[in-house]
C-alpha cells in the first residue's frame, strides 16, 4: 500500500509535464487497473490526497500538501486581511464574548465594544447552545458588504441591543506591540511576516520616532516566519546599501542574491534582536543577517532552524503544494536548517528535546551539527546547521512551572476569569489607571480573584494541586494581569505587562541592559 501511495501521490503530478515520464506512465498504468479490478470500489480522489501526504514526508518537514478547501484559511494569515465584521472574541461561559472590536473596523463603525456578550445572530440564538470557534467564524465572516444583524447583551444594559454590522476587509496585524521601553529605546514586536509587515512595521518606527526613539530592540520570539519578501524588507531597514542580505540556493534554482538598499528607516542607532526556540524561517534571515553584519546584538536563546525555502504549486482541482525548492543561506555563508534526517516527528519534537536536554537553562548544552565555521563582518565564529545562536544566553526558568498551571492554560481558565474580572469592573479599573504603565505599577492581582481561578479550575475538573498552586502562583498573576490590561487597552498593553516582570524569562531585561550600555554593546559586537 505505501509503493501504491507513492505511485498515487507521483501521478497526482502528471499533468504539469508536458511529455509524461515513463515513471509516470507506468503509474497511470497501475491507477487504471485499480479503477478496474480491485476488489471494491475506491474513492479516487481519497486515496490519491493521502498518497500525496505520503509523498512529501519522504521529501522534507515543510513540503506540505494543503486541500482546496483549506487553501483560503492557511494562506489568510499571511494576507494580512479577510472578510468579516472585525472581533476578537472568546467563548465565556457558552456565550461568545467580545474582546476587543478591531479599530476603525465594521464592528466599531457601528458601536460594538470589548465585554459585549454576542447572543443571537441573524435571529439565530448563540448563547448556551454549545457553540464552538469555528461556528462563529462561520456565521459572522463573509463578504464584504453583505450584512449580519447581531443581539447583544451590554453590562448596565437591561434590553437586548440589536446591530447591523456591514461586513468588510479586515486587517490582520502583525505588528502586535510598539512602545517607548526605556528613554530613546523603543520595543517593537512582530509575531509574523505577511504581506503587510513592512508597512506595520515601518508606520511604527515612525511613531516611535516621534516619541523619542534613538535605539530600537526587536522583539521576534515565537515568530514562526512566513513570507521570505518581508524578512528581506525588514533586514533593508537596518544594513547599507549594496549589503548580502540572504542568498538562496536550489538543485534546480540558480543562486540568487538579495542586497539591501539605501532607502532604510534605521541604519543608525543601537539595535537589539531577541529570538528563541520559536522564531524561524524568516525571523531566522532578519536575525542572521543583523549578526552576520554585526548591525545588533542578538539576545535570548538558539532560533528554530528552518532554512527551507517553499513555492506554492497549484494542482488542477485548486488545491496546492508548498513545496520546498532551494536552501536560504545568511550573508556569511550560513545554512540555518536543522537535521530532519530522523524523520518528521523527531523533528517536530526536537524543541521539546533542547528543554529535556538542558539546552533551554544552560548555553553549555548547545550542540549544532554543523561545526564548520563562519565569519562575521567583524570576524567573529558563529556556526550554522540549527538555528541561530544567539551572541547573549538567556535561560529560561522552569521552577515555577506546574501540570496545574499547564491545565488552567489550555483550558483557558485564566483568560475567562481575566475578561469576567474586566466585565465588572472596566469603570473603576480606567478611573483608577490613568494609562497602561500606571496599572503595571499599581494593580495587584488580590484574593477575589484568586477564587476566581478557584472556583474556575473546579468547574473544570482541574484537581487542586497546593504545590503546584503556591509554585506557579507568580506565573497565573502575571498571565492575569496582561490579560486584564489587554481587555483594557490593547495587545501592545499585554505585552508591556508581560515583559516587564516576566519571572522566568528575563530575555527583555537583558536586551534593555545590553541596549542601554554602549560599552556591553560595542564589546560584545566586538568579541565572542
Not at 540572504?246 to 538543485?251: A, E, H, I, L, S
Not at 536543522?338 to 544552560?362: C, I, N, Q, W
Not at 502575571?478 to 499585554?494: E, G, M, P, Q, V
Amino acid at each position: 500500500m505505501k509503493k501504491l501511495l507513492f505511485a498515487l501521490a507521483v501521478l497526482a503530478a502528471v499533468p504539469a509535464f508536458s511529455q509524461p515520464t515513463p515513471a509516470a506512465t507506468k503509474l497511470q498504468a497501475l491507477l487504471y487497473q485499480i479503477d478496474h479490478m480491485y476488489v471494491d470500489s475506491v474513492d479516487d480522489n481519497k486515496l490519491v490526497e493521502k498518497a500525496i501526504v505520503a509523498m512529501l514526508a519522504e521529501l522534507d518537514p515543510h513540503s506540505v500538501y494543503i486541500p482546496k478547501e483549506d487553501l483560503e484559511e492557511v494562506n489568510e494569515p499571511l494576507k494580512g486581511n479577510f472578510e468579516g465584521v472585525g472581533i476578537q472574541f472568546n467563548i465565556v461561559r457558552d456565550t461568545i464574548y467580545v474582546v476587543d472590536a478591531i479599530a476603525s473596523g465594521p464592528s466599531e463603525r457601528v458601536g460594538i465594544r470589548a465585554g459585549d456578550r454576542i447572543i443571537t445572530v441573524d435571529s439565530q440564538t448563540v448563547a448556551g447552545t454549545g457553540v464552538k470557534n469555528a461556528d462563529v467564524i462561520r456565521l459572522l465572516r463573509g463578504p464584504k458588504g453583505t450584512k449580519v444583524n447581531v443581539g447583544i447583551v451590554r453590562h448596565g444594559e437591561d434590553a437586548i441591543l440589536e446591530f447591523t454590522i456591514t461586513r468588510d476587509k479586515i486587517p490582520i496585524y502583525s505588528v502586535e506591540a510598539a512602545y517607548m521601553a526605556a528613554p530613546d529605546v523603543g520595543y517593537i514586536k512582530v509575531s509574523r511576516f505577511g504581506a503587510t509587515t513592512t508597512k506595520e512595521f515601518s508606520d511604527k518606527l515612525d511613531e516611535l520616532r516621534k516619541q523619542g526613539m534613538k535605539d530600537l530592540v526587536l522583539d521576534l520570539q515565537g515568530n514562526g516566519g512566513g513570507y521570505l519578501r518581508s524578512a528581506i524588507e525588514m533586514a533593508d531597514q537596518f544594513l547599507g546599501d549594496r549589503k548580502l542580505i540572504v542568498y538562496t540556493d536550489g538543485r534546480t534554482t540558480p543562486r540568487e542574491d538579495t542586497h539591501a538598499t539605501e532607502g532604510g528607516k534605521f541604519k543608525k542607532g543601537r539595535l537589539v534582536v531577541m529570538i528563541d526556540e520559536g522564531s524561524a524561517s524568516a525571523s531566522e534571515i532578519v536575525s542572521g543577517a543583523v549578526q552576520d553584519w554585526d548591525r545588533g546584538v542578538v539576545v535570548g536563546r538558539r532560533s528554530f532552524g528552518k532554512g527551507l525555502v517553499q513555492r506554492p504549486v497549484m494542482l488542477p482541482d485548486g488545491s496546492a503544494v508548498r513545496l520546498t525548492v532551494s536552501r536560504y543561506f545568511t550573508p556569511s555563508g550560513r545554512c540555518i536548517q536543522k537535521s530532519y534526517a530522523d524523520g518528521v516527528e523527531a523533528y517536530r519534537h526536537e524543541r521539546m528535546d533542547r528543554l529535556r536536554e538542558g539546552e533551554l537553562t544552560s548555553a553549555d548544552s548547545i550542540h549544532l551539527q554543523d561545526t564548520v565555521k563562519y565569519f562575521t563582518n567583524n570576524k567573529r565564529v558563529v556556526y550554522g546547521g540549527g538555528g541561530i545562536v544567539p551572541d547573549v544566553f538567556v535561560p529560561i526558568d522552569t521552577t515555577l512551572s506546574s501540570a496545574w498551571f499547564g491545565q488552567l492554560v489550555r483550558k483557558g481558565i485564566t483568560n475567562t476569569a481575566g475578561i469576567n474580572y474586566v466585565d465588572k469592573n472596566r469603570a473603576a479599573l480606567l478611573r483608577s489607571y490613568k494609562d497602561v504603565d500606571a496599572f503595571r505599577k499599581n494593580f495587584v492581582v488580590g484574593p477575589d480573584l484568586d477564587e476566581a481561578i478557584r472556583q474556575l479550575a473546579e468547574e473544570a475538573k482541574i484537581e487542586p494541586d497546593s504545590a503546584g498552586m503556591a509554585r506557579s502562583k507568580p506565573l497565573v498573576d502575571l498571565r492575569l494581569k496582561a490579560l486584564i490590561a489587554r481587555d483594557l487597552w490593547n495587545t501592545s498593553a499585554y505585552w508591556q505587562i508581560i515583559n516587564a516582570d516576566n519571572p522566568v524569562d528575563r530575555s527583555y531585561d537583558e536586551a534593555l541592559r545590553v541596549i542601554t550600555d554602549p560599552e556591553l554593546q560595542r564589546t560584545t559586537l566586538a568579541e565572542r
